[in-house]
């Protein structure tokens, strides 16, 4: 017998970054590295195409919502040298 298909994550979204209106791709963007585990205390180090993917988007739109959030605030990236970037998420601003 097939396995049933897997549900989504459950991905909670704090209601001030709803306030400030994000466009959907950054909602999309910011769901999908919050179930990708970034608001994690420690991260999570994720490459670009995981990220678009998980989102749903094309990399170049990934590419400018990452750079929005972290304008905004809303994520912190660490560059390790030879691996891929950590990111976390701002839980509140």
């Known amino acids: ?3 049933p298909p897997m ?26 590295l919050a179930a ?6 420690d991260g999570a180090e994720l490459c670009l195409s995981e990220i678009a993917a998980a989102a749903r988007v094309g990399h170049r739109t990934a590419r400018r919502e990452l750079r929005w959030l972290t304008q905004a ?12 970037i950590i990111y976390r998420l701002a839980l509140e601003l």
């Open 1 to 3: 017998m097939p396995n």
């Open 7 to 32: 549900a989504p994550p459950i991905v909670h979204v704090p209601y001030q970054f709803l306030s400030i209106s994000p466009s959907a791709y950054s909602l999309a963007v910011y769901a999908a």
């Open 36 to 41: 990708l585990g970034a608001c994690r205390i």
């Open 73 to 84: 605030g809303w994520l912190k990236t660490e560059y390790t040298p030879g691996s891929a």
